[in-house]
């Protein structure tokens, strides 16, 4: 451990100090084991090199873990509370470590910093499905993300096509990125502990998608499949316009099947041909 971070005062007396309670309103758990913090780190790969992104780091657990680990950190966070007090840390490390006050769904991210860029962070559990989706936009602006869900959020995002959680962010993520989970997190580390289980997941975005789609039109099939799941395909994705029918023939999908059981390719081959055919 660097003498800069060791040397830090224990992360409870900090919040203590500034007396920062969590916002439930925004969606907070600290996260106080260094030890798990670490590990976090460790899950991200080679963090030395480029930029390391940090979305709502708090009072800073997991920044401190990247900052002993050799990263240069920009940490992006919403509470006035947890900016003042990351303002020290900051000040602890010269030129490694920079805070910016704002909202992460009102930034563009993709350009913080210098590549290669990862996103390392304990997501706000309310907005996490939104922050992953907004980064989907530009996947290849990122070299990897290691990112905590909720465990139900993260097992939707790694499912396999024919189980019951595989659903739209399934799809979507699997398109464009190469998903694994990496482990769970009892609720019992975090400060206050969550009602759910915690699960870090990485995300490392594809050089190409998947298959050819147009993501606009993929997540409009998406959103139609999945919107109806338990009904066929040639009902729920009536909603596209068109024979759903001629759709999925065209695509090579059966149209008795329900939206679970499609690949992502089969996906895309649907949204090609509502592009063709429209």
């Not at 916002?23 to 106080?32: A, E, N, R």
């Not at 996947?139 to 909720?150: C, I, R, V, Y």
């Not at 081959?269 to 063709?276: I, K, M, P």
Request: charged fraction near 20%.
């Amino acid at each position: 451990m660097s003498d800069a971070i060791k040397d830090l005062p224990p992360l409870r007396d900090v919040i203590a100090r500034h007396g920062l309670g969590a916002d439930k309103s925004l969606g907070q758990h600290f996260l106080l084991d260094l030890n798990l913090c670490a590990r976090i780190v460790r899950a991200a790969g080679d963090v030395t090199q480029g930029t390391c992104i940090e979305i709502g780091p708090g009072p800073g657990g997991l920044t401190r873990a990247l900052l002993e680990a050799g990263a240069h950190v920009i940490a992006v966070e919403k509470d006035p509370r947890c900016v003042a007090l990351l303002a020290e840390l900051a000040a602890a490390v010269p030129g490694r470590l920079e805070v910016i006050s704002g909202d992460a769904l009102k930034l563009d991210i993709s350009t913080l910093g210098r590549g290669p860029r990862r996103i390392v962070a304990n997501l706000p559990y309310n907005v996490a499905t939104e922050l992953l989706f907004t980064w989907l936009k530009t996947p290849t602006a990122f070299e990897s993300m290691t990112l905590m869900f909720q465990r139900e959020v993260a097992q939707r995002i790694a499912a396999e096509p024919g189980s019951k959680t595989f659903g739209r962010v399934s799809v979507m993520s699997q398109w464009l990125c190469e998903v694994a989970i990496a482990f769970d997190i009892n609720p019992r580390a975090f400060t206050p502990p969550p009602k759910v289980d915690s699960t870090v997941i990485s995300l490392k975005p594809r050089a190409v998608p998947l298959a050819p789609a147009n993501a606009a039109t993929l997540q409009r099939v998406t959103a139609a499949a999945f919107g109806q799941r338990r009904k066929m395909l040639r009902q729920s994705l009536k909603s596209l316009g068109g024979d759903p029918i001629a759709l999925c023939e065209a695509s090579g999908v059966d149209p008795t099947a329900r939206a679970e059981a499609l690949s992502v390719e089969q996906f895309c081959a649907l949204a090609r041909n509502v592009d063709s055919l429209s």
